[in-house]
């Protein structure tokens, strides 16, 4: 890595690190819903929560983002329902497929939004700069034992 993407790359894991204290620090209960891809199951209302994507100051998305936002929370969640935690999506970097809510089993069909003890999350910035494209990945399960 050379000397001008290594600051912006140390910038961006605090800031990473601090969008996972974020996640951490809301009732556990309300952390997916908030965080997630779909706006319609916020515990305050729909729209209410920060959502899956998020601006990072002085960094700009890469070309053609959908959302023109460089931050993104990622959880296991099949393609096109935002608002499902499936036990049974494929992630490595999540550890998924694996168990969610502590019963054993691995569902290929329930929903375990409102039922999860265990929360895998990826927080993602992607952007391009000066120096050309960067990412930043961190990865970490959230739980309530």
Aim: proline share 10%; charged share 20%.
């Amino acid at each position: 890595m050379n000397r001008m993407t290594q600051p912006r790359t140390s910038v961006t894991e605090w800031l990473n690190a601090q969008m996972l204290e974020r996640i951490q620090a809301e009732a556990f209960a309300e952390a997916f819903r908030n965080f997630n891809g779909d706006p319609a199951d916020d515990p305050g209302g729909p729209g209410t929560g920060p959502g899956k994507n998020f601006a990072v100051f002085g960094l700009s998305a890469r070309p053609g983002d959908p959302d023109g936002l460089a931050g993104e929370v990622i959880f296991p969640t099949p393609a096109g329902l935002p608002g499902s935690l499936m036990e049974n999506v494929v992630d490595e970097r999540l550890g998924m497929p694996r168990d969610l809510n502590g019963d054993a089993a691995i569902s290929t069909t329930a929903n375990y939004a409102s039922t999860y003890t265990i929360l895998p999350v990826r927080v993602r910035v992607q952007w391009v700069g000066p120096a050309g494209p960067g990412e930043v990945e961190l990865r970490t399960m959230v739980g309530n034992f």
